[in-house]
T-cell receptor, first 113, second 108 residues
Framework: SQTIHQWPATLVQPVGSPLSLECTVEGTSNPNLYWYRQAAGRGLQLLFYSVGIGQISSEVPQNLSASRPQDRQFILSSKKLLLSDSGFYLC????????????FGQGTRLTVV | GQSLEQPSEVTAVEGAIVQINCTYQTSGFYGLSWYQQHDGGAPTFLSYNALDGLEETGRFSSFLSRSDSYGYLLLQELQMKDSASYFCAVLAGDKIIFGKGTRLHILP
């Protein structure tokens, strides 16, 4: 069966520090991968998505970047965090052959202080 | 671009029926999905409609009208555990775009 791992679960980082969030998927190959951000009590904002290794599409220009160094690994990064980067970050995958359902990791709650 | 509109909050009584509406504007529309998210948790998939009509899964049903760019989620026999946020999402090519969510409050 397929599983998605996302870590860490919580993170407190000072303003100006770097960020690296990692997401891996098991039990499937060539998944579509997504990074979303959710502000408190708000909707899910699509940040990046990827349909293959090295293929990254950015939805919102901002202080973040994403990379897909391996088929089932998706990384969200920042060189210098801003206070506005605080939020709940969710990684998800979907099967490109069906693509009707997104499976989410448990999320990372990031607080920038 | 894509946009989805759904009510921010809905309140209903335990045991009753509630409908959450969603209207969307998007290019390259493939289908409409619904997700449930409890506080502090990750969203979980409820249903998907690619064609017009009603899809039923237990107490939950979802409807789509492609000509009206409109869909809804129907929850029957409401239980307290259904208190959560509900998101509609459109599948547009390889992207899955979510609405801002509807917070469902259930009164005993």
């Amino acid at each position: 069966s397929q599983t998605i791992h996302q870590w860490p679960a919580t993170l407190v980082q000072p303003v100006g520090s770097p960020l690296s969030l990692e997401c891996t998927v098991e039990g499937t190959s060539n998944p579509n991968l997504y990074w979303y951000r959710q502000a408190a009590g708000r909707g899910l904002q699509l940040l990046f998505y990827s349909v293959g290794i090295g293929q990254i599409s950015s939805e919102v220009p901002q202080n973040l970047s994403a990379s897909r160094p391996q088929d089932r690994q998706f990384i969200l990064s920042s060189k210098k965090l801003l206070l506005s980067d605080s939020g709940f970050y969710l990684c998800a995958w979907s099967d490109p052959r069906g693509n009707t359902e997104a499976f989410f990791g448990q999320g990372t709650r990031l607080t920038v202080v | 671009g894509q946009s989805l509109e759904q009510p921010s909050e809905v309140t209903a009584v335990e045991g009753a029926i509630v409908q959450i509406n969603c209207t969307y504007q998007t290019s390259g529309f493939y289908g409409l999905s619904w997700y449930q998210q409890h506080d502090g948790g990750a969203p979980t998939f409820l249903s998907y409609n690619a064609l017009d009509g009603l899809e039923e899964t237990g107490r939950f049903s979802s409807f789509l009208s492609r000509s009206d760019s409109y869909g809804y989620l129907l929850l029957q026999e409401l239980q307290m555990k259904d208190s959560a946020s509900y998101f509609c999402a459109v599948l547009a090519g390889d992207k899955i775009i979510f609405g801002k969510g509807t917070r469902l409050h259930i009164l005993p």
